[in-house]
T-cell receptor, first 112, second 118 residues
């Protein structure tokens, strides 16, 4: 119940295309869903996050879509750029808890 | 704001020695810090939660006598890998929680420390 399942494991997108990464969870107590971007040899950096009271959140080229009934959320990267090539992790956290449960990660490669 | 640093960024040591990794919150006080381990091409696995002035809480399967955590001040937590062995080679990442309600939203990550045990 504590798992967050992430797919795909790897993704190759052409420059200018849309990158889509999906995550699913089981624990209905989760109420915070962030996405992290990690470059090789670096720590993860918060990209964008959403709470269940909204179905979509957009920040620049990055959009989170959230489906509470399906217990799924996804990251969309519009106009993907080579600089977006990194590993992306979804995560989830419950009310009044510090712990972040991470997905397995998606390695995104954007080719020019 | 909310910058977390780690030192060293990478360390190579011989098997059997101990290694200390520091995690500092540079511009805020962190009552809670977290230590993660990440193996190549894998996700982050939480090792322990460190609260200032109290004993760390370790996740199931993490040896507390091998991974010593000290959170002596509101800006510094240390992880000591005792009697390191090659299987301890990994990327160790800390994070710090900005004060307030316990919430995953307020966690900021350090840049990580690459440990290689020969």
């Amino acid at each position: 119940q504590q798992q967050v399942k992430q797919s795909p494991q790897s993704l190759i997108v052409q420059k200018g295309g849309i990158s889509i990464i999906n995550c699913a969870y089981e624990n209905t107590a989760f109420d915070y869903f962030p996405w992290y971007q990690q470059f090789p040899g670096k720590g993860p950096a918060l990209l964008i996050a959403i709470r269940p009271d909204v179905s979509e959140k957009k920040e620049g080229r990055f959009t989170i879509s959230f489906n509470k009934s399906a217990k799924q959320f996804s990251l969309h990267i519009m106009d993907s750029q080579p600089g977006d090539s990194a590993t992306y992790f979804c995560a989830a956290s419950g009310y009044n808890t510090d712990k972040l449960i991470f997905g397995t990660g998606t390695r995104l490669q954007v080719f020019p | 704001g909310a910058v977390v640093s780690q030192h060293p960024s990478r360390v190579i040591c011989k098997s059997g020695t101990s290694v200390k990794i520091e995690c500092r919150s540079l511009d805020f006080q962190a009552t809670t810090m977290f230590w993660y381990r990440q193996f190549p091409k894998q996700s982050l696995m939480l090792m322990a939660t460190s609260n200032e002035g109290s004993k760390a809480t370790y996740e199931q399967g993490v040896e507390k006598d091998k991974f010593l955590i000290n959170h002596a001040s509101l800006t510094l937590s240390t992880l000591t890998v005792t009697s390191a062995h090659p299987e301890d080679s990994s990327f160790y990442i800390c994070s710090a929680r900005v004060g307030g309600l316990a919430n995953g939203e307020t966690q900021y990550f350090g840049p990580g420390t690459r440990l290689l045990v020969l």
